[in-house]
């Protein structure tokens, strides 16, 4: 009796430490990508997506009286109370983000390998849903995509000696192996979790139908651009596939849904008008300057931060 609750609790600490650990890191990773003002408006989201009232629905209706730092301590609460629902969540958002990079380091494919080797265990031990392979495939598929460029690499990675001063190298072996030991010592259960709804798929389509059309427009569109992206069209092709099979399974009523990386699927569109955006920005500042031109380039960030006061507004006021 005393070991399963030693065991309770130190998987309650290691799941907290691990979703800080990781948030930080996924937050840090998108303001270098983009900036530190972009990372709020992927993370955010994915964090309100256990509220009960969506974002839209705050906007249609807002409200910026009823404001409450219960709020606060509710999103703690379900994001660091330790449930493996949150770590899953977690661990698959930062898969998303790391894949729609063109490239992949050899620790940082360890580390993803780790996480997805954990996620499959916990969709096999905790959800009881049709062709649940269609959902690890999706997990799985993208990795192998980008362990396939690395091929010639592996040699040379098995070859190097363990340091203990490559800090970065430790963090992301050691999270990976806490994240896949989570999974493994956690205990079998039946768990309350939402599919990704056929809405939000029509919003990843449509997020992605805008990054395609810009990089057509701007006509940077080629091979390159596709293979990059690749792996990030299949996860959310096999995701969407799953929830086809299992349309019991698409409860809005739970606080943990796989909606929730919707807002990843925003951040090549994002990334993409961020580049846009400073290199219109850089020859317009090489020229000299009218009034229209310093609109462009204030009204942007004006938007943004607008964005970003009303999700401040939607964290506070709603749940």
Not at 81 to 109: D, R
Not at 123 to 140: A, R
Not at 280 to 287: A, D, H, P, T, V
């Amino acid at each position: 009796m005393n070991n399963s609750i030693l065991l309770k609790d130190f998987l309650f600490l290691l799941i907290s430490l691990l979703n800080i650990s990781y948030l930080i890191r996924l937050g840090k990773h998108i303001a270098l990508r983009t900036s530190w003002y972009i990372a709020p408006i992927i993370i955010v989201p994915f964090l309100t997506s256990v509220y009960k009232s969506s974002f839209f629905a705050f906007l249609l209706n807002p409200n910026f009286t009823n404001f409450s730092t219960a709020n606060l301590n509710d999103l703690a609460k379900d994001w660091l109370s330790g449930t493996p629902q949150s770590i899953f969540l977690i661990g698959l958002i930062f898969i998303v983000e790391k894949i729609s990079l063109p490239s992949l380091s050899l620790n940082v494919l360890l580390e993803l390998w780790f996480i997805a080797i954990g996620s499959c265990i916990f969709i096999s031990k905790s959800l009881i849903i049709n062709n649940s392979w269609i959902l690890i495939l999706g997990i799985i598929f993208p990795l192998l995509i980008h362990t396939y460029k690395r091929r010639n690499h592996f040699k040379e990675f098995f070859e190097k000696k363990i340091s203990l001063n490559n800090r970065r190298g430790n963090v992301r072996f050691f999270s990976g192996l806490a994240y896949l030991l989570v999974n493994v010592l956690s205990p079998m259960s039946n768990l309350d979790f939402s599919l990704i709804s056929l809405t939000h798929v029509s919003r990843i389509l449509i997020f992605m139908s805008i990054f395609l059309t810009l990089l057509i427009f701007f006509k940077a569109f080629n091979k390159k651009i596709i293979i990059c992206y690749f792996p990030v069209f299949v996860l959310y092709i096999f995701f969407s596939l799953t929830s086809v099979f299992n349309p019991n399974n698409l409860n809005s009523e739970t606080s943990y849904k796989l909606n929730s990386i919707t807002s990843i699927a925003f951040l090549p569109l994002l990334e993409y008008l961020y580049v846009l955006y400073y290199g219109f920005s850089n020859k317009l500042k090489s020229n000299s300057m009218l009034l229209n031109d310093k609109l462009f380039l204030i009204l942007p960030k004006i938007a943004i931060y607008f964005l970003i006061f009303c999700y401040a507004a939607y964290v506070f006021a709603s749940f």
